[in-house]
C-alpha cells in the first residue's frame, strides 16, 4: 500500500500544471496547516520542492528543503530580480515522475518574496537552491520544464510520457509485428 499524504502530486496533462496562479493574500493559519501539508507530500515523494499548483491550489508559493542547514522553506509571492552564469543540471519534477533531463538555466539569481511570518525577504541564490527556485518559480507560471528543453529533448520526453500514461492506464505494449509470409 503507498503511504497517504495529504494530497497528491498532479502530473503532467492536466490543465492546472499550464495555468499562472494568482498571488497569495492571506498568510495565516489555514494557510500554514497548508504548507504544512504541503512539506509531508513533498518528503513522501519525495522531492526537495513543491509549488502550490502542483497539489492543485493555483496560489504563487512553493515550499521547499534542501537537506541542508536552512531546514524548512516557504516562499512566497516570489519573483527573480537578476540572474548570471549559465548551469546545465539533471533535472527532474513530480510532476513528470520518472523523468530527468540536462537542463541549462542561469546559475544565479536574485530573489525577493515573503516568508510564512509575511516579512519581505531578499536574497542571493546559486547552484541547486537557484535551480529550484527557477523551477519552483516556473510551476507559478504554469511552465513545466518541457518547455525549459530544446526540441530533441522535448520529443524524447512527450514519447517517454505517452508511453508512461498508456503503461498508467493499462494499456498494454504494443505487439511486435510479424510478418504473415515467411520470408524465404
Ligand atoms: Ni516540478
Redesign the pocket.
Same mark, same amino acid.
Given at each position: 500500500m503507498p503511504v497517504s499524504t495529504p494530497y497528491q502530486v498532479l502530473v503532467v496533462g492536466n490543465p492546472v500544471l499550464n495555468t499562472r496562479s494568482d498571488d497569495v493574500t492571506d498568510v495565516d493559519g489555514k494557510f500554514v496547516k497548508l504548507c504544512e501539508d504541503m512539506f509531508t507530500t513533498m518528503y513522501a515523494a519525495p522531492g526537495i520542492?513543491l509549488?502550490a499548483p502542483?497539489i492543485g491550489v493555483q496560489k504563487r508559493f512553493f515550499v521547499y528543503d534542501l537537506g541542508a542547514g536552512d531546514g524548512q522553506q516557504v516562499l512566497i509571492n516570489p519573483e527573480i530580480t537578476g540572474s548570471g552564469g549559465e548551469m546545465e543540471y539533471f533535472e527532474?519534477? #513530480?510532476?513528470?515522475p520518472g523523468l530527468h533531463f540536462d537542463i541549462v538555466r542561469p546559475e544565479r539569481i536574485g530573489v525577493k518574496g515573503r516568508d510564512l511570518e509575511g516579512n519581505e525577504v531578499e536574497f542571493e541564490a546559486d547552484d541547486l537552491l537557484a535551480r529550484l527556485i527557477q &523551477?519552483?518559480l516556473? &510551476?507559478l507560471d504554469g511552465i #513545466?520544464?518541457l518547455e525549459r528543453m530544446d526540441d530533441d529533448q522535448r520529443k524524447q520526453a512527450l514519447k517517454k510520457i505517452r508511453e508512461l500514461q498508456m503503461k498508467a492506464a493499462g494499456v498494454p505494449e504494443p505487439e511486435p509485428k510479424r510478418s504473415f509470409f515467411r520470408l524465404r
Open positions: 520542492g509549488a502542483q527532474g519534477c #513530480l510532476s513528470i &523551477h519552483e516556473d &510551476h #513545466l520544464m
